[in-house]
């Protein structure tokens, strides 16, 4: 590969692989010798697709704010009609993630507790990447009726950590299945009250 990767092409893998390691390992424990040792790429090639570290990082955030703009809008093109059913498959979209063996919570919290000085600015990246993911998840659940789509939001939003704080404590012993009952009770709970049972409105 080396420099004969085209540059966007090499801004990808680089990406990419970093991406990985910064989720799996930690971002302050993945040096940039390591990234590079990793891609296969020149040290030239990286310099020129990153200035420092600290851009990669910053890539890595928006990378990671992009993937959730697409489930967003993966759900949306689903359930275009009901976004009571967006809400519905975004909760099955979680179930999918926190079942997979890699998994290590949200990139966002992870990255807020590596960086705990609130001014940082990786902190605050960090920190919007998350409130505008919830953000959009509260329109959401005004669309489809919530009569308090920001409280849904946040219930959903603590419900998500606990699960998250759980898959860390218990590992193998965790199901995600009881988060996911939960999670879908509590939307029909909002829309269409306690006694209401799952349907497509």
Same mark, same amino acid.
């Given at each position: 590969?080396g &420099?004969y990767?085209?540059?966007?092409?090499?801004r990808s893998?680089?990406l990419q692989v970093?991406s &990985? =390691? +910064?989720y799996?390992e930690g *971002?302050?424990a993945v040096?940039v &010798?390591?990234?590079?040792a %990793?891609?296969? *790429?020149?040290?030239?090639s990286f310099?020129?697709? +990153?200035?420092s570290k @600290?851009?990669?990082v910053?890539?890595? =955030? %928006?990378y990671?704010?992009?993937?959730?703009?697409? @489930?967003?809008?993966?759900?949306?093109?689903?359930?275009? /009609?009901?976004?009571?059913?967006?809400?519905?498959?975004l909760?099955?979209?979680f179930v999918?993630k926190i079942?997979? $063996?890699g998994?290590?919570?949200?990139?966002f919290?992870n990255?807020?507790?590596e +960086?705990?000085d609130t001014s940082h600015h990786?902190?605050?990246?960090?920190?919007?990447?998350?409130e505008?993911?919830?953000?959009a998840i509260?329109?959401i659940a /005004?669309?489809?009726?919530?009569?308090n $789509?920001f409280?849904l939001a %946040?219930? =959903?939003? =603590?419900?998500?950590?606990?699960?998250?704080?759980?898959?860390?404590l218990?590992?193998s012993?965790?199901?995600? &299945?009881?988060?996911s009952?939960a999670a879908?009770m509590l939307? @029909?709970s909002h829309?269409?009250?306690?006694?209401?049972?799952?349907k @497509?409105?």
């Amino acid at each position: 590969m080396g &420099d004969y990767m085209p540059r966007k092409s090499a801004r990808s893998h680089i990406l990419q692989v970093a991406s &990985d =390691l +910064f989720y799996r390992e930690g *971002i302050r424990a993945v040096g940039v &010798d390591r990234i590079i040792a %990793e891609s296969g *790429i020149a040290k030239a090639s990286f310099y020129r697709n +990153f200035a420092s570290k @600290d851009d990669l990082v910053t890539a890595y =955030l %928006e990378y990671h704010q992009a993937l959730n703009a697409n @489930d967003l809008e993966e759900v949306g093109v689903q359930h275009p /009609e009901s976004a009571s059913m967006q809400l519905h498959a975004l909760i099955d979209k979680f179930v999918g993630k926190i079942k997979e $063996p890699g998994y290590r919570g949200c990139p966002f919290v992870n990255t807020a507790v590596e +960086f705990p000085d609130t001014s940082h600015h990786h902190h605050v990246n960090a920190v919007k990447g998350t409130e505008e993911n919830w953000s959009a998840i509260a329109r959401i659940a /005004e669309k489809a009726g919530a009569a308090n $789509p920001f409280e849904l939001a %946040e219930l =959903l939003r =603590l419900l998500c950590s606990g699960a998250i704080t759980m898959s860390y404590l218990k590992k193998s012993d965790f199901n995600p &299945d009881h988060f996911s009952r939960a999670a879908h009770m509590l939307v @029909d709970s909002h829309l269409f009250g306690w006694t209401a049972t799952r349907k @497509d409105v």
